[in-house]
């Protein structure tokens, strides 16, 4: 069964940093795509980022050049590291799979969740 366990989350003033990290195991495939979504009161859950077996990434506008996902797979851990960071971006973070190939931007297409870390941003 796989799992999937988020960590790093705080909180932190604008214009600062975080690096959440989401420890997966269990997986019995490696046709599968990780992603990070996000949710903030009154919002739909958005996909931040995303990134494919070979390597491949996304991310959402609202995101894009500042954070970065990455992975270690000797350590099973995917990551993002979040700089410049907005109140906008206050939000519970999550990652997700999806069993198969696309790194698809509807919640939906993903089965395996993480619980959430929460990251909040203010002064």
């Known amino acids: 069964q796989v799992q999937l366990v988020e960590s790093g989350g705080g909180l932190v003033q604008p214009g600062g940093s975080l690096r959440l990290s989401c420890v997966t195991s269990?997986?019995?495939?490696?046709?599968?795509?990780i992603a990070w979504f996000r949710q903030a009161p009154g919002k739909e859950r958005e996909r931040v980022s995303c990134?494919?077996?070979?390597?491949?990434?996304y991310y959402a506008d609202s995101v894009q050049g500042r954070f970065t996902i990455s992975r270690d797979n000797a350590k099973n851990t995917v990551y993002l590291q979040m700089n410049s960071l907005k109140p906008e971006d206050t939000a519970v973070y999550y990652c997700a799979t999806h069993i198969g190939g696309l790194c698809f931007t509807a919640a939906s297409q993903y089965r395996d969740w993480g619980q959430g870390t929460q990251v909040t941003v203010s002064s």
């Open positions: 269990g997986f019995t495939s490696d046709n599968y795509v």
């Open positions: 990134m494919k077996r070979d390597g491949r990434t």
